[in-house]
């Protein structure tokens, strides 16, 4: 994937030409790109011929690239692009792909970015131990940017393990389950993202009184993400993850349509008829059985137009927390940034 792909699929190549200093940005952010990617091919291998194989494997399958190209834009804010910024967006993407090994370990998922995932290819040990090598040298790469690098990256991995035994266990007695839901995504997903957008003002040399702006706008856009994928999962067509329809619906993991629908079905019936349906023929089901009409009409449910009204919300929080950020082509970048999560549902 070349870096004007990436760029443009964050709307930045369309919207920043308006005048020479986004056009300028657009420019500048490429050329940073290329620097990060070239960066991950170089520190993602090991001299293993195993291990060199597994580790790039998902990196090698493509992605958005979401967390370094938030890094590169808040580095914006400051001195813009240094090498600093270049191993920190190197960073939060390692740490990334790392998780993903392990989510596909613990999901049992079969598919990650349209191609098999990694524990189905060489099983769960090499998926887990590959994950494990990445967030190795995660560590490593954050360890040359100081002493608070580490910390900043220690909390934010703490938060991501937090996130994942939240999911894992699920939520306690007494625990509202939307809430609990948003929390988990705020940790696993948001956190990741907060960092990648906090490193960019902290090794950009961008002012101090940044970063809380930039961190709530990161764990916001971090949850409007995830669920916008609640939603892309019951669409009818893969183009936008990589994966069949219905794949998540299919496993039972919990999103946020589902748990909408739990609620609903409480005191409406045909909430209580379309759960039922799923839990006898959707949930669980086995590969061969066609899902299709489940999907569809969770789809179709008004629980799935609240998600996409509840991420829309997100992202406005987003938006609205960087207003202590200076007007000019950084600002607009970052909030068509959080348009364009929310517009992948299109």
Known sequence: MTSSVLTSQFGLAEKLTASASERALA???????????????????FADKVADVTATYLLDAGGKRVRPVLTLLTAQLGDGVNEQVITA????????LASLYHDDVMDDAALRRGVPSAQLVWGNSVAVLTGD????????????????????????????????LHET?????????????????????????????????????????????????????????????????????????????GTDLRAGVVTLPLLKLRAAAATDASARELLDYLEQHVIGADESVDVAEGVRRLREH???????????????????????????PVKKALIRFADTIVDRSN
Request: glycine content about 8%; overall charge negative.
């Open 27 to 45: 420019r500048t952010l490429d050329e940073a790109l290329e620097k990060v990617e070239a960066g991950l091919k170089h520190e993602m291998r």
């Open 89 to 96: 967006a190197q960073v939060v993407e390692i740490t990334h």
């Open 133 to 164: 090598l990445l967030f190795a040298r995660a560590s490593q790469l954050i360890a040359r940017l100081g002493e608070r690098a580490i910390k900043l990256q220690a909390d934010t991995f703490e938060r991501l393990c937090m996130g994942q």
């Open 169 to 245: 266990i699920g939520p306690e007695d007494g625990d509202d389950p939307i809430e609990h839901y948003l929390k988990v995504l705020a940790d696993k997903t948001g956190s990741l993202i907060a960092a990648a957008a906090q490193f960019g003002v902290v090794f950009g040399g961008a002012p101090a009184e940044y970063e809380a702006s930039v961190l709530e706008f990161g764990e916001k856009v971090g949850i409007a993400f995830q669920l916008i994928d609640d939603v892309i999962d019951l669409s009818d067509s893969e183009a936008n993850t990589g994966k069949n329809a």
């Open 302 to 328: 008004r629980v799935t137009a609240e998600t996409l009204a509840e991420a829309r919300e997100w992202a406005q929080q987003a938006i609205a927390a960087l207003a202590p950020l200076p007007a000019g």
